[in-house]
């Protein structure tokens, strides 16, 4: 199922959020170029936008033409005027083949692009937030253990559930027999993972103390041929921890660690 455009204004408030903390609703409001009373309304489901104010929502916020052609098909078929071309969007709408490919696809890139996403996966195995009684009370204390906004915490809860990751009930739970591929997502949202866990990595340098961090390099020359043979030894000490040490199953979790390996040349090529 496609989601819905309210989720696609969420999503943006978050990334605005992740880039600069100050930004708020209010602001989000200013920049669509409407008041925050009425889009927080349209936010909590109470009240609908039309066709035309959608456009201009989707301009601003630089969707690409097959986001804004499915979104305000979307939007024509929950606010158009006349009872026709409702009917009309819903029609063109239920005749897309590729929504659920389409959906997907965004919600792969962003999960594997965010460092967050894998960390509120975690999260929820951990004891006191297994123990929560509400999706509310799960968010606050995830959003208090990364140092994120709720609504970040929120919009990736919810992108994880589309992709079948998370499941939603009373409270939020890990779907443990979820396989997931990174298949077909572009390597730059991998880059971007990756560049991101290590500036964590490097703050962590910074504030944490030994006992809470272990961080340790080698450097050592080796034959090329042998690199394909020390990945594949690196990939199973990683499986072998977390097999070992993982708490996912168990929900008995204290902490989210982070282990991360670079294993690359530091000598160039003539």
Do not use: G, V, W, Y
């Given at each position: 199922m496609l989601k819905d455009y309210r989720q696609i204004l969420l999503e943006n408030l978050s990334k605005r959020i992740s880039v600069n903390t100050k930004y708020s609703l209010r602001a989000f409001a200013r920049d669509l170029g409407i008041s925050s009373g009425q889009l927080s309304l349209v936010l909590q489901g109470k009240k609908g936008i039309s066709p035309e104010r959608a456009k201009s929502f989707f301009e601003i916020l630089g969707l690409s033409a097959e986001e804004k052609k499915l979104y305000l098909l979307q939007v024509s078929k929950d606010h158009a005027r006349s009872a026709i071309?409702?009917?009309?969007?819903?029609?063109?709408?239920?005749?897309?083949?590729?929504?659920?490919?389409?959906q997907l696809t965004q919600d792969a890139f962003e999960v594997i692009s965010e460092w967050y996403h894998f960390a509120i996966l975690e999260c929820l195995s951990l004891k006191d937030v297994r123990k929560a009684e509400s999706h509310l009370q799960q968010i606050k204390l995830i959003a208090h253990k990364l140092v994120l906004q709720e609504i970040e915490v929120k919009t990736a809860l919810e992108r994880m559930i589309r992709l079948e990751l998370v499941g939603k009930n009373k409270v939020y739970s890990v779907s443990h027999d979820t396989v997931f591929s990174t298949s077909g997502v572009p390597s730059t949202a991998l880059r971007q993972f990756h560049s991101q866990i290590l500036k964590k990595a490097a703050t962590a340098l910074e504030t944490q103390t030994m006992e809470e961090r272990y961080p340790n390099t080698v450097v050592l020359p080796i034959l090329q041929k042998d690199f394909s043979n020390m990945k594949e030894e690196i990939i199973r000490f990683q499986k072998k921890m977390m097999k070992k040490y993982g708490r996912v199953v168990q929900g008995d979790g204290e902490q989210v660690y982070a282990l991360t390996q670079q294993f690359f040349k530091l000598t160039e090529k003539k």
């Open positions: 071309k409702k009917k009309k969007a819903a029609d063109e709408l239920h005749s897309t083949k590729n929504d659920n490919h389409f």
